[in-house]
């Protein structure tokens, strides 16, 4: 552990923001070892540890397939005998095992059941205080996820010359095309589900405005970015 953990501080002196030790740290004893390796060092070492707890059945059956799919350990391995031999070895773990307490001088965050429950102890100011809202934003499930440009769009001018945005005739067909790529492929019982983020301009929000069924959420960090001196310039005059 010491030696690794000598690895870790090394890399960090160097310059390192954030490392991961990714062990099975099962008992009080060894969290505690690391935790005093982790104060003597000079400077300090922020430390957070992050358990991940799953005992639902159906959750664990999932992450069973999941693993022995995906370990090539278990490559060519009927999956009754790698599902038996999985079992096997998170039984030896938890004979030793010990959870995250309370009483544990340790910052943590315990996720529980792929996040029906999480737990926050002692998550302090910078990186350990941003870790919780990315660990909660992770979906470990298979989803299907589309990306596009917003439409063809062209300004035009009201009678009081106040400047708009809209989809020019290509953009509307782009648009209706779109739409319908979308709902041919996504499977019947993913379309309830349907969530389109776009920016908040008008273009983009015209672009998805025949996905009428769906959840529709504008955000800002989804807006074109500010080309500051090389707006409005072609990519010819670009290069």
Known sequence: ?????????????????????????????????????CNAKEPRVSLIFIENICDDPKVL???????????????????????????????KYDNIYRPLEDDEPLCFVKIVNLQSKVVFNRVGPSIPQMLPSFLMSLHNARRPIYFTRPADSEVVRDECNTPRTVITRTGEQYARNLASTIEQRLPEHLR????????????????AKFLEKANHIQMTCLNKMQTGDCRG???????
Do not use: C
Request: aromatic share 8%.
């Open 1 to 37: 552990m010491k030696a690794i953990l000598d690895q870790v501080f090394d890399w960090l002196d160097q310059g390192g923001e954030v490392a991961i030790f990714d062990a099975t740290n099962t008992t009080k004893e060894s969290r505690a070892q690391i935790l005093g390796l």
């Open 61 to 91: 059956a999932e992450n069973f397939k999941k693993k022995i799919h995906h370990s090539k350990e278990y490559k060519g391995v009927p999956y009754e005998d790698a599902a038996k031999d999985l079992k096997r070895r998170i039984l």
């Open 192 to 207: 309830p589900k349907l969530t389109i983020y776009t920016g908040t301009s008008s273009q983009s929000i015209q672009t």
């Open 233 to 239: 310039m072609s990519t010819r005059q670009l290069h």
